[in-house]
């Protein structure tokens, strides 16, 4: 699978390195004016806008073709695409992670803890969403792949605002706003938790993906 690799990375570097100095910059700017909050919304986006790019490149230039002609298998092109997906998502993290630990430093009245926290929950969810992306992309197409993906993301949000008086919602906000008193083990073993689940729904994703590729005709 190792040339599999150089090659999905050899494809999307260019716009690997623009979307990183994207998120660096507005980040950076975002951050000098208080809002660093932004850092784990942006790490969430890119989540959200590398795997739909490095399909798309693969379809422009005929990759995705001409990769089943040479001495690789589907399952090496598929995991591939999840392997340099997840090391782009890792640096990205690994750049949020250090923003954020630079304007904790500067900015003293911001919290280490709460910015970390938000940190590693737009990190599970940039992970469960780069997953479904895929899958939905490898079984329908790029376009119809990202469409269905906006109705995963918006369906919830929908559904939130529409029972939002229902006891049940209530009872909800009232339990997540409690978990402002949590101690912060407790709070960091519930976003330990959370990250866990959406790496392993990430890892299930990919075998799910290599069933529908395997089976998939051109």
């Keep these: 699978m190792k040339a599999m690799l150089y090659a999905d990375w050899r494809s999307v570097r260019r716009s690997v390195k623009a979307i990183l100095w994207v998120v660096l910059v507005m980040s950076v700017a975002a951050s000098a004016f208080g809002g660093v909050m932004v850092v784990p919304f942006m790490l969430t986006m890119l989540s959200l806008m590398f795997p739909a790019t490095l399909m798309n490149t693969d379809h422009a230039y005929g990759w995705d073709k001409l990769s089943l002609t040479l001495p690789v298998s589907r399952r090496d092109v598929v995991g591939s695409k999840f392997t340099v997906s997840l090391l782009v998502n890792l ?32 990190e599970a969810a940039g992970l469960l969403l780069m997953g479904v992306q895929f899958v939905l992309i490898l079984k329908f197409g790029t376009e119809r792949g990202r469409y269905l993906l906006m109705g995963v993301v918006w369906v919830p949000i929908i559904l939130i605002n529409v ?34 689940l959406c790496a392993a729904a990430y890892v299930l994703c990919w075998h799910i993906g290599n069933r529908i590729y395997e089976k998939r005709e051109f």
């Design 163 to 196: 029972l939002k008086n229902h006891p049940a919602a209530n009872s909800l906000v009232k339990a997540v706003g409690g978990m402002d008193s949590w101690p912060v083990t407790r709070l960091a073993g519930f976003i330990a938790g959370i990250l866990l």
């Design 91 to 122: 640096a990205a993290f690994a750049l949020s992670t250090v923003l954020i630990l630079i304007f904790t430093a500067v900015n003293r009245d911001s919290s280490l803890a709460e910015n970390l926290f938000s940190l590693l929950a737009c």
